[in-house]
């Protein structure tokens, strides 16, 4: 039988082991917080997000896709070049779907999708100062003439992705939100990607940018917007199919365009 002076000494050695594992921890991982159910650290001052599970086989390949250090250094598409104008005044994004259409070896043409795309024909009405106080929202399909023939704007990721589903049922890719190497990996793959920014492709001053009423609420728009065809890339440039002025493989500053894009709302439509 131990004697009454061991068991004391056991004790103590336990708890001083208890506490080092624990000093030992803390000096691991000195910003440790409790987990959420998915791992993300909370406390609280943090609005956790919980990840959202993928719930189709596509979305499945995107998150799959995220090692982009694989990415070629370059890629590039022969991919058509069709102009909006002088048809489409207001139609880069029709078009440059008209272009991605043609390089899947579909046949369509820019006229057809015009016809084809949701309108938003809410009434446009105008403050006594001239501005725009309310109309229709790009977000529910193509605001006013896509002619140019009397007002026009333009229309926004949804619609066109839906579009593209009414041609290729359960073809469309919208990626809008994700990461922008994930329209590179798409080029790299072999697919033409629909992007949104501004006609000058760089970043816009906040005086650029107006806001109106819609039945959904607020639309903040810039008349600067403009939609094109991603058709490659390199370490320093990307490479657009531009339907504005008909010029294929226009080069443009990669780091400028991807801010004009993050500023459009980093909408981006594909195939898949």
Same mark, same amino acid.
């Not at 000093?23 to 609280?44: I, K």
């Not at 370059?74 to 058509?80: E, F, G, H, K, Y």
């Not at 015009?114 to 309310?134: C, E, F, H, V």
């Not at 005086?207 to 403009?226: F, L, M, P, Q």
């Given at each position: 039988?131990?004697?009454?002076?061991?068991?004391?000494?056991?004790?103590?050695? $336990?708890?001083?082991?208890?506490?080092?594992?624990?000093?030992?921890?803390?000096? +691991?991982?000195?910003?440790?917080?409790?987990?959420?159910? *998915?791992?993300?650290?909370? @406390?609280?001052?943090?609005?956790?997000?919980?990840?959202?599970?993928?719930?189709? #086989?596509?979305?499945?390949?995107?998150?799959? *896709?995220?090692?982009?250090?694989?990415?070629?250094?370059?890629? #590039? !598409?022969?991919?058509?070049?069709?102009?909006?104008?002088?048809?489409?005044?207001?139609?880069?994004?029709?078009? *440059?779907?008209?272009?991605? !259409?043609?390089?899947?070896?579909? =046949?369509? =043409?820019?006229?057809?999708?015009?016809?084809? $795309?949701? /309108?938003?024909?809410?009434?446009?009405?105008?403050?006594? =100062?001239?501005?725009?106080?309310?109309?229709?929202?790009?977000?529910? &399909?193509?605001?006013?003439?896509?002619?140019?023939?009397?007002?026009?704007?333009?229309?926004?990721?949804?619609? $066109?992705? /839906?579009?593209?589903? @009414?041609?290729?049922?359960?073809?469309?890719? @919208?990626?809008?939100?994700?990461?922008?190497?994930?329209?590179?990996?798409?080029?790299?793959?072999?697919?033409?990607?629909?992007?949104?920014?501004?006609?000058?492709? &760089?970043?816009?001053?906040?005086?650029? +940018?107006?806001? +109106?009423?819609?039945?959904? &609420?607020?639309? #903040?728009?810039?008349?600067?917007?403009?939609?094109?065809?991603?058709?490659?890339? =390199?370490?320093?440039?990307?490479?657009?199919?531009?339907?504005? @002025?008909?010029?294929?493989? /226009?080069?443009?500053? #990669?780091?400028?365009?991807?801010?004009?894009? /993050?500023?459009?709302?980093?909408?981006?439509?594909?195939?898949?």
């Amino acid at each position: 039988m131990p004697s009454k002076t061991v068991v004391p000494a056991v004790m103590v050695l $336990i708890c001083l082991t208890v506490l080092a594992v624990y000093v030992v921890q803390s000096q +691991w991982n000195p910003g440790a917080r409790p987990l959420s159910a *998915s791992g993300v650290p909370v @406390d609280g001052n943090v609005d956790v997000k919980e990840p959202v599970a993928p719930t189709t #086989r596509n979305e499945q390949a995107v998150i799959a *896709s995220a090692d982009y250090s694989k990415l070629p250094a370059s890629a #590039r !598409l022969d991919v058509p070049i069709v102009s909006q104008l002088p048809e489409l005044f207001n139609g880069c994004e029709v078009t *440059s779907l008209t272009m991605m !259409l043609m390089f899947a070896g579909i =046949d369509t =043409d820019k006229m057809t999708l015009a016809r084809m $795309i949701d /309108k938003d024909t809410s009434n446009l009405i105008y403050n006594p =100062d001239g501005s725009i106080l309310s109309w229709g929202n790009p977000h529910k &399909g193509f605001v006013g003439d896509i002619t140019g023939n009397s007002k026009g704007f333009g229309v926004y990721h949804e619609p $066109i992705a /839906k579009l593209l589903n @009414d041609i290729a049922p359960d073809q469309a890719l @919208d990626l809008t939100g994700k990461p922008f190497e994930e329209a590179l990996v798409q080029v790299a793959a072999g697919k033409p990607v629909i992007l949104w920014v501004s006609s000058n492709f &760089g970043p816009l001053q906040s005086d650029s +940018w107006v806001t +109106w009423n819609s039945k959904e &609420g607020k639309v #903040r728009i810039t008349w600067k917007e403009h939609a094109v065809v991603l058709t490659g890339y =390199d370490e320093k440039n990307l490479f657009i199919n531009d339907p504005l @002025d008909g010029t294929k493989d /226009k080069k443009v500053n #990669r780091e400028l365009f991807i801010q004009s894009w /993050k500023q459009m709302g980093e909408q981006t439509v594909t195939f898949k």
